[in-house]
């Protein structure tokens, strides 16, 4: 019983690992992305060229045609707020995650309440945009929470057993 459980941790920890290795994938790609933005006519140029090139070898394109019509729109909303959001929310990632990859214990409650803020601000943008991407960011962050209180108590178990 008491290997069964053991491997079981371990298994959990592994997800757990996962789980936060993409959440600092994830930071350095919103990382990109703030700073792309503040870019954004160098951005807009390229996409815009890509674009042309894909409808002048199919005018029919459905994924070139929308996107042309959408690129401008997303483009004139985006600006200093999105970018300082973006690098501002990557940074505070990468930055939980160096915490909680070198088993820092002020980090894992941390990451919890950040985490349900993200989340929080995930179904407000919910609210407005319905979209099914942060339906499903929100669940990830859900388990990322709750993998992250697992190892949280676990951590302390551990460490309070060893001293």
């Known amino acids: ?65 929308h996107l042309q019509h959408a690129l401008p729109a997303l483009l004139a909303q985006s600006g200093w707020f999105a970018s300082l959001y973006l690098f501002t929310h990557g940074a505070i990632k990468l930055f939980l995650v160096q915490g909680l990859l070198r088993d820092k214990l002020w980090a894992y409650p941390t990451a919890i309440v950040v985490f349900f803020a993200f989340i929080a601000y995930q179904l407000y943008r919910y609210s407005y945009t319905h979209s099914v991407f942060l339906l499903i960011l929100t669940v990830f962050d859900l388990v990322v929470i709750w993998l992250t209180w697992h190892e949280y108590r676990y951590f302390k178990k551990y460490h309070a057993f060893a001293q």
């Open 1 to 65: 019983m008491a290997q069964e459980e053991t491997q079981r941790e371990k298994t959990i920890h592994r997800v757990f690992v996962w789980g936060i290795w993409l959440k600092a994938f994830d930071g350095v790609v919103e990382i990109l992305g703030g700073v792309a933005l503040l870019f954004n006519g160098a951005l807009a140029r390229v996409a815009h060229t890509l674009i042309l090139n894909e409808l002048v070898e199919d005018p029919h394109d459905l994924i070139a045609t």
